[in-house]
């Protein structure tokens, strides 16, 4: 990517974002962690209702004794009485708020219920909750946007018109994703061309640009949210902004001009999946979700959510392979004991169940944060994602490789030859997915960073924006000092109850390391402003031209090694602090156990971060940089790609 296509992307991510509000976490590397925050979204993700356990415990008895998720796999879709059986135990219409004939679950007691969904059926799990995001949640979403009266009632005229079939029989897409656009929508080439009247749009994209790619529940459903970038008669394409165009259409399946054609993955076998041909599909002007232009805002505001759900679901598979590993490692006999009982399996097992306890955790601290009404998730839901995605994938190889050749066998060929059979090899595969879905983990680790970084970014610009008087900026300078140094030297209050000895010790830790952090990035920062004015000056004394020189705040956002292991650790510290806390409230010895297990091995992985960040100094970045340029130039073909058949790809 060029600095201008960079620009190009950021400027559209961040007018779509929007600043990052307070959360707990937010203030991670300019203040101090919000523990008392997070123990109050411990204590409320208790709240239950009476409505949703007896819809869990009704959901459960189904899903133990009528579904089979090798129907689905063998099948290759998803049975009638599976999506009969999800809309009579109200699963599609949980979380759509009462008023419009949902049953209103909070977003606590919607985890739970895709836990359980995914500890059984990943598909169906994904189903639920797709429903719930693709269009239900972007009309909800809308309600934030909505500032004047005429936008609150057209919108409430959407909400009361969608929202009730969803909640009766309809089934919601959303269609982001186009071949041209996964993580980066400002190329986004979906063209909604309005009408010289401006009463409807045209909706046009194919399947290699602009036509919709991999949206799930796209072969079923009836409702779509779409986005697409809208054109004013006349109006050349390429000189638009994106960040004023991109709009969210509801696009009713029955509209004429619409091919939906099947797709299928490595796992996720009878996942309703599909690319969606757009050719002049008429959208009538009503069918708008907010504003033209409000299309990412909207998505941003979905992905939130998305992110949560996912990990719900990413929980219930990682207690059905642990509970599996747990099976196996006592059934199976090798070398004259139990495989659980040899040291390394041991060792993997521990791991595994750790790991489980701290994800739901996170998950219960997460879901409870999305429950308070006007609370930013976005960062939290983003590190929820990563870390969970990474879990499972983790989980799901362990446990395959636990159950040695029985792993990798398909769960068919276990049953033909009269096994215990248990379909490890199906999660495996479908849990690959998990880092893919709902921001890819790259993507996700710049987007966790940006939002810790932002209150510094904005302070370091302040201090050299040039279009401030100078004596103001060193005033501002010498403020920032002040608070920086104050805030080193002041410490989180620590909720009332006893954080106990054995987990007091990793809070102390995480106090320790944020300030490193923290530490560790102004000089970083500082450094590249070091070297850009460096540059400016050379560059100014031999009369070259200084525009080409990046902004140090973009050459330092594009260090993105280095702000990877800035977010492993960031990440993992918040972790360990909702797991501890979490354990002083469970207060029993096992959950004392698994806090400690977790958090002395979530210190092994931040000391291994430490000495890849000590050993990254920008000249080392630029060597891996021209490294990775040799290699994509093909420079190393002739030692690396010798002697095998190249076919199957285009020339390069
Ligand atoms: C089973 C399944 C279901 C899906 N359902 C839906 C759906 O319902 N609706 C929908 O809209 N989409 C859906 N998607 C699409 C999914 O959201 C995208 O695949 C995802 O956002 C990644 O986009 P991409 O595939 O174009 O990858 P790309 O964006 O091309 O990225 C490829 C790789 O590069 C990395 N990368 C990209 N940009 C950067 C960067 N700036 N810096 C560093 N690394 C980067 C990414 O992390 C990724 O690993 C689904 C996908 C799958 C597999």
């Known amino acids: ?95 759509i708020p009462e008023q419009y004939g949902g049953l209103g679950l909070s977003q606590c007691r919607y985890s739970q219920l895709l836990e359980k969904l995914g500890s059984r059926s990943e598909v169906l799990a994904l189903v639920v909750s797709v429903q719930q995001l693709g269009v239900a949640q972007g009309l909800l979403s809308l309600q934030k946007l909505e500032r004047t009266p005429e936008q609150q009632q057209s919108g409430e005229a959407l909400r009361n018109k969608y929202l009730k079939q969803l909640a009766s029989n309809a089934i919601g897409a959303f269609c982001l994703t186009t071949p041209e656009t996964g993580s980066d929508p400002s190329r986004l080439q979906t063209i909604a061309l309005a009408s010289e009247d401006g009463s409807h749009f045209e909706l046009s994209g194919d399947w290699s640009i602009g036509g919709k790619l991999f949206t799930t529940l796209g072969t079923i459903a009836d409702l779509y949210i779409m986005l697409a970038v809208v054109v004013y008669p006349g109006e050349d394409m390429t000189h638009l902004d994106p960040r004023k165009r991109i709009t969210a259409f509801i696009v009713e399946r029955k509209y004429p001009g619409i091919t939906v054609k099947p797709l ?12 969606i041909k757009l050719n002049k599909v008429i959208i009538p002007k009503e069918n708008i979700i907010g504003e033209v232009g409000e299309g990412l805002k909207i998505a941003f505001m979905n992905l939130g959510s998305g992110r949560i759900n996912i990990s719900a679901i990413s929980l219930g598979m990682m207690k059905h392979l642990g509970r599996v590993a747990r099976w196996w490692g006592v059934e199976r006999v090798q070398g004259g004991k ?16 750790a790991s489980i306890y701290a994800c739901e955790a996170f998950l219960q601290f997460v879901s409870a944060l999305a429950d308070q009404p006007n609370a930013d998730i976005r960062l939290e839901a983003a590190m929820l994602k ?35 059979a248990v379909a490890v090899e199906r999660l495996f595969r479908s849990a690959r997915m998990m880092k893919i879905g709902e921001g890819g983990s790259n993507v996700l680790k710049l987007y966790i960073m940006r939002c810790l970084l932002n209150d510094l970014l904005q302070d370091f610009n302040k201090i050299t924006d040039k279009e401030i008087p100078l004596v103001q900026r060193f005033t501002y300078l010498i403020k920032v000092c002040m608070r920086h140094v104050k805030g080193y030297f002041q410490f989180s209050k620590l909720p009332k109850n006893n954080i106990k000895q054995a987990l007091s010790q990793h809070i102390r830790y995480v ?80 959950a004392i156990e698994l806090a400690n297990e977790f958090c002395i091995r979530a210190q092994e992985q931040i000391s291994i971060c430490r000495i890849k960040i000590a050993n990254h100094h920008p000249k080392r970045g630029d060597v891996v940089n021209k490294l990775g340029t040799k290699i994509m130039k093909g420079n190393y073909v002739d030692i690396l790609e010798q002697n095998i058949v190249r076919a199957n790809l285009p020339n390069i």
Not at 41 to 68: F, G, I, P, Q, R
Not at 338 to 346: C, F, K, Q, V
Not at 407 to 415: F, L
Not at 516 to 523: P, W
């Open 386 to 420: 990563l870390f969970s995605s990474h879990v499972l994938v983790e989980i799901a190889d362990e446990t395959l490789q636990l159950r040695g050749g029985r792993g990798y066998e398909s769960y068919k060929s276990q049953v033909s030859r009269g096994d215990t």
């Open 511 to 590: 106090e320790k390391i944020h300030r490193y952090l923290k530490r560790m990035i102004i000089i970083k920062l500082a450094a590249e402003f070091l070297n850009f004015y460096r540059q400016l000056s050379t560059n100014y004394l031999l009369k070259r031209p200084v525009q080409q020189i990046p902004r140090p705040e973009a050459s330092f956002e594009l260090r993105q090694v280095l702000l990877g292991h800035c977010t492993q650790i960031a990440m993992l510290l918040s972790v360990m602090t909702v797991t501890c806390l979490r354990a002083a409230k469970d207060a029993s010895p096992e």
């Open 338 to 353: 139990p495989i659980g009982e040899h040291e390394l399996n041991t060792e993997q097992l521990v791991k595994m169940n």
């Open 1 to 95: 990517m060029n600095t201008s296509d960079y620009e190009r992307f950021k400027n559209t991510f961040e007018s779509a974002h929007g600043q990052q509000q307070r959360s707990p976490f937010s203030t991670l590397l300019t203040g101090q962690i919000d523990y008392l925050a997070i123990d109050c979204c411990l204590d409320n993700w208790k709240n239950n209702t009476a409505k949703a356990d007896l819809l869990l415990v009704k959901l459960h008895d189904w899903l133990e004794l009528e579904v089979d998720p090798e129907r689905i796999e063998n099948e290759s879709q998803i049975p009638d009485v599976y999506m009969q059986g999800l809309r009579k135990m109200d699963c599609l219409r949980a979380r």
């Open 264 to 275: 299928s993955f490595c796992g996720w076998h009878g996942l309703p999946n599909a690319a």
